[in-house]
């Protein structure tokens, strides 16, 4: 391995000063071993495809081809089951089963007069036809004929197999029934990427998605929700609703279809039926298998974590048991994924039935329990010869003796599951949750929250932080799409594109071969392709973002970057729209008092960020009360001259939990200050409440501090979340020292801690 590492790495250098000159091995995700050449394979009437008699399970291979270009360019080629040794213009398409890349592995020669696809399996001449597709011009994937094309490939020798056999993406239709059309999109997009794994996660709180012949009711009242909630989990108290039914399943033969069109792409479908939490939809249908079998249960209208959960009875049992007989036919992979997340423990703490089974069997706690719940569901599941996943809660309490584990809340749960000779696939929230926004959230469409943008998506390491010895559970990795807040399939592609396309390099591409600036040159020509297959990808790809600096002279400087490295950027600082005529970027700009940057960049991105500068930019400033470790750990973000746009973005904000919220600002000698100003958040879903009041003390010499104003903060505890201004105006002053003290208004209504979030304290 660490020679193919080696090798990709000149490769990749390689590759680099290519696509300088031709821009033509835009591979995404890019081969383990690479060579390029001198010359090109022309496609044109006469070429023949060669696909012998003993290989004829490869002519659905050829025919994608053959289709494709059809289509595209109008070409019919034929296929040959012979041809002579020498023979010029054919792409031959072989099995070698000793050729010693695995199943999914194959080898592709280009030259001039031929190109030859060896492979030991069907499915690695699957993969090495998406690479014939991708060194053909971006056009082979047009739905309609496009002319004045040369139908050719560039010279290239390629010995290919990916780093992990589990290459997936996770789609939940729980929250949002998805359209077979779509699935099938869907899987097509995995294919296209070389992925291999479709996790569709049919059932949670929202909707149960999967007809059940046994408990039609499943469908009948689970599939339904009776309204959605508005906006942003926290945004509106009290919470808003829409009043609009949602629903929506897939009946058994639909799904039936789906697998089988999978399967002819080779991607594996794994089913999560989610048990013992994330219930609410089933036990809506089904009270009687909850812990309160008289209590009226709903389908979930809201997003998050539920109380309502499975109940441990036989009867549970039984109905688990009988929905799995159901499912497992339908899916003939390997494994089945049992969820086993966020399971609340209150109804079983508050079950006398519960507490009476964890004494009988002789369990420590609740945890236990559940470890108990899902080891019996394997051993269900493996009578039946498959295995389950679960997610990295189903180590607490014991993890089943067979089970694979999802690694979600960061990687911690993994090395357990690892240390624990358990195989684990790695899909870190932190990482690989594609609901998280990509880009400013203020600008982006409303997502759950977090901040995960395409780089960061692309330099996550699997391995990182195991052993040698545990990295030989790691099966692969996935991205995970959740979808509360994307209800069409257009904001599901949005989300997941192209993030997930740098996901599907980092599974492919052999240790230590990834380059993201690399990456993201081949990426330009990839999301032409997306054009053709009609994906609507976000192209915050192409996005300017500014980073701030001080200079020793007390100046913002504004570094503009971007990931497009072709395109040039110009900016106005006037307020004017800008053009190719502005001022071209080609240093860090340098501000001394509050300016607007507005910028575009010839590749169509626009860029607007108004910066703050002020007597306290860059300044050094104390807590009287520290926040929470890793909370503005660099002590900059109070005074950075940037101030916070939306209360979407937590990043943007600093948080002191229980406790009066106090800093100090050292301006670093005695200046007159006119006035100062803080912005808070209200977000009373989430505990985070204005401070009662606030008070601003002025001293010269740091000690004997003169509260100078003190003003309460007045607003309404009903409405949607908010940005609160706070301004103190001094006539006449001069001080060194500028203290800020927000104080705490102690406990919610609800008797919860309460949280103050400030922004960017403006002295002027």
């Known amino acids: 391995m660490k020679k193919l590492a080696f090798f990709f790495t000149l490769c990749t250098l390689h590759l680099t000063l290519l696509q300088a000159q031709d821009n033509v091995y835009n591979l995404i995700p ?117 002319e004045n094309i040369t139908w050719a490939m560039p010279v290239c020798q ?94 058994q033969a639909e799904i039936k279809d789906i697998v089988k069109y999978a399967q002819a792409k080779y991607v594996t479908i794994i089913p999560e039926i989610e048990m013992p939490g994330h219930a609410s939809a089933a036990l809506a249908a089904y009270p009687e298998l909850g812990c309160e079998p008289t209590k009226k249960y709903e389908v979930a209208t809201k997003w998050g974590v539920m109380t309502d959960v499975f109940c441990p009875t036989e009867q549970t049992f039984t109905f688990l048991q009988d929905v799995l007989t159901e499912v497992i036919p339908l899916f003939p992979g390997k494994y089945i994924h049992i969820g086993g997340d966020e399971c609340p423990k209150d109804a079983w703490q508050k079950s006398a039935f519960c507490q009476e089974l964890i004494k009988k069997l002789n ?47 960061g990687i911690k749960g993994g090395i357990e599951a690892a240390k624990q000779k358990h195989n684990v696939i790695m899909t870190p929230n932190t990482y690989y949750y594609l609901d998280y926004y990509q880009a400013n959230p203020a600008k982006e469409p409303l997502a759950i929250g977090g901040y995960l943008p395409i780089e960061k998506v692309y330099e996550y390491d699997p391995s990182a932080e195991f052993s040698p010895e545990e990295q030989k ?66 192209k915050r790809i192409l996005d300017v973002k500014a980073v701030t600096q001080f200079n020793n002279q007390g100046q913002l400087q504004v570094r503009l970057e971007k990931l497009d490295s072709d395109s040039k950027i110009y900016y106005t600082l ?19 008092k509050i300016t607007t940057i507005k910028a575009i960049t010839t590749a169509g991105a626009r860029f ?10 860059g300044k050094s400033y104390t807590y009287a009360n520290a926040p929470a470790e890793g909370v503005d750990a660099d002590r900059k973000k109070l005074a950075d001259g940037q101030v916070a746009q939306s209360p979407r973005n937590s990043a943007e904000w600093v948080w002191m939990s229980g406790k009066d919220f106090e800093i100090t600002i050292d301006l670093g000698e005695v200046k007159p200050v006119t006035k100062v100003s803080a912005n808070f958040l209200k977000i009373i879903m989430s505990n985070v409440f204005p401070p009662t009041s606030v008070e601003i003390g002025l001293s010269r010499d740091g000690e004997n501090f003169k509260d100078a104003i003190a003003q309460p903060v007045n607003y309404q505890l009903e409405g949607p979340w908010q940005i609160l201004p706070v301004v103190a105006d001094f006539k006449t002053a001069r001080a060194r020292y500028i203290r800020v003290r927000a104080k705490n208004a102690g406990k919610s209504p609800s008797g919860q801690t309460i949280t103050i979030a400030m922004d960017e304290v403006v002295v002027d």
């Open 473 to 538: 559970y790691i099966l692969g990795v996935q991205g995970n799409v959740w979808t509360e807040y994307m209800p069409t399939p257009q904001q599901v592609e949005y989300m997941t594109f192209p993030r997930a396309t740098a996901i599907a390099e980092v599974a492919w591409v052999p240790s230590g071969g990834k380059n993201f600036e690399d990456f993201a040159t081949r990426l330009k020509e990839h999301v032409k392709r997306m054009d053709y297959l009609k994906v609507n990808y976000s």
């Open 608 to 617: 607007e960020e108004k910066f703050f500068i002020h007597r306290a930019k």
């Open 158 to 251: 390629i010995q290919d197999k990916p780093r992990f056999v589990h290459r997936g993406l996770m789609l939940d239709v729980g929250r949002y029934f998805m359209p077979v059309s779509f699935i099938k999109k869907y899987i097509d997009l995995l294919a296209v990427h070389k992925m291999n794994v479709l996790h569709w996660h049919l059932t949670d709180d929202q909707g149960w998605r999967i007809e059940i012949k046994k408990y039609p009711k499943l469908t009948q009242i689970g599939s339904k929700r009776k309204e959605t909630l508005v906006g942003q989990y926290s945004e509106n108290y009290p919470q808003k609703f829409d009043g609009k039914e949602i629903g929506g399943f897939y009946t």
């Open 363 to 409: 369990l420590k706690d609740e945890h236990e329990l559940q470890s108990y719940f899902i080891k019996r569901i394997e051993k269900f599941v493996n009578s039946k010869g498959r295995a389950i996943i679960g997610w990295d809660e189903i180590l607490e309490g014991g993890v089943a003796p067979n089970a694979t584990v999802m690694s979600w809340r």
């Open 30 to 146: 890019f081969p383990a071993q690479f060579n390029g050449g001198e010359g090109q394979f022309v496609v044109n009437p006469q070429t023949k495809i060669i696909v012998t008699a003993k290989d004829a399970g490869l002519k659905p291979i050829a025919q994608s081809l053959i289709n494709a270009l059809k289509t595209a360019s109008k070409l019919t080629l034929p296929i040959a089951a012979t041809a002579t040794p020498t023979a010029k213009n054919v792409i031959y398409i072989r099995q070698n089963k000793a050729l010693g890349l695995g199943s999914e592995g194959y080898k592709l020669l280009v030259s001039a007069d031929r190109v030859i696809l060896e492979t030991a399996t069907p499915q690695g001449a699957f993969y090495g036809m998406q690479t014939i597709f991708q060194l053909l011009p971006t056009a082979v994937f047009s739905p309609t004929p496009v």
């Open 574 to 592: 006037d307020g004017k729209e800008p053009s190719t005529s502005s001022t071209e970027y080609v240093m860090p700009i340098t501000l001394d």
